[in-house]
């Protein structure tokens, strides 16, 4: 007979299995709401009990043993069958409860999620919210997240969709720049204004702006004044009188509704990327899931189909 696990041991693979997927105990321990001292004890009680090696420890990185790696394919089964156990029996409620893990973009969380979870709280009081915003590229097995919401076409994967919306990308600028500058009549006037871009945090890249003349759609990355990796920084540095920018529409509209900022180019503006909700498939049956989709549809009132091939997140 196999000896059975010990729960000791089942949380030393959990924290093993977060660690080598983050590549860092102090991520690991934030996942896990402990600190990263009860994280390393707990996968060094776990190397002990296992008699090998699963990481090579460095000042600045983990780098998995091949006991580790083999270790780690092995746990990502495990603990993928235990949320399926997890999800099956919730499933069974009526009543969405519990915790609902929500990963989005920094732009959408602050500007369109946050502002609507009050209403969704209200409307189901027993489950609760966790909605981590980031820019970076969330592997939503791994990590344990419910559901994600995504700027950007999907590339292909085991996650289910829901198109939820499409962003119009816009150029802007402030009255005070406006009227001591003027404002473009032309895309081709930019190069004469201080353009204010942003830069993607996991590429390190600029954006391209878009614009459509006629039928025809050019793309331009101007000599930019100002560079930041935040669209909510773009707006504030275009409201202070910064220069000319590019913003998606739900970034741009509060600052446009106080006078802050004006639409420029307007005429010239293009539909940007879709935004989609994505959750891993042994999720489809959860009435946690359920409901936030539903909700979802409310906060994005213009669906869109999803899309095939994945691009950074604005």
Not at 56 to 73: A, C, F, I, W
Not at 94 to 103: C, H, I, N, R
Not at 124 to 130: K, N, T, W
Not at 239 to 263: C, K, N, Q
């Amino acid at each position: 007979m196999k000896e059975q696990i010990s729960l000791e041991s089942l949380t030393g693979v959990v924290a093993f299995a977060r660690a080598a997927s983050y590549g860092s105990f102090t991520a690991a321990a934030q996942s896990l709401s402990v600190s990263p001292s009860a994280v390393s004890k707990t996968i060094q009680r776990l190397e002990h009990r296992l008699g090998v090696r699963l990481f090579t420890r460095t000042t600045r990185s983990l780098v998995l043993t091949p006991e580790g790696r083999e270790l780690h394919g092995r746990a990502l089964l495990l603990l993928r069958a235990a949320e399926d156990v997890v999800q099956s029996a919730a499933a069974v409620r009526s009543e969405p409860a519990g915790t609902l893990k929500v990963a989005a973009p920094l732009p959408i969380g602050i500007r369109l999620l946050a502002p609507a979870l009050p209403a969704f709280r209200r409307r189901y009081p027993r489950l609760h919210v966790d909605l981590r915003l980031n820019d970076r590229f969330v592997n939503l097995v791994e990590e344990g997240i419910d559901v994600a919401i995504r700027i950007g076409n999907l590339a292909d994967s085991n996650l289910m969709s829901r198109g939820l919306a499409r962003t119009r990308i816009s150029a802007f600028a402030s009255p005070a720049y406006l009227a001591a500058r003027g404002a473009p009549g032309h895309p081709d006037q930019l190069k004469d204004h201080d353009c204010v871009n942003f830069r993607y945090q996991a590429s390190g890249q600029t954006l391209a702006w878009s614009f459509r003349i006629g039928n025809r759609a050019i793309e331009l990355t101007p000599d930019a004044a100002i560079v930041v990796d935040a669209s909510d920084a773009v707006a504030e540095v275009l409201a202070a009188g910064g220069g000319v920018g590019m913003l998606a529409s739900f970034i741009a509209a509060p600052y446009v509704e106080r006078g802050l900022l004006l639409p420029v180019l307007a005429e010239y503006a293009v539909d940007g990327a879709p935004i989609t909700a994505v959750w891993p498939g042994n999720r489809h049956a959860s009435p946690n899931l359920k409901a936030f989709l539903s909700f979802l549809e409310e906060v994005f009132p213009s669906p869109v189909p999803p899309a095939t091939a994945y691009s950074a997140e604005l």
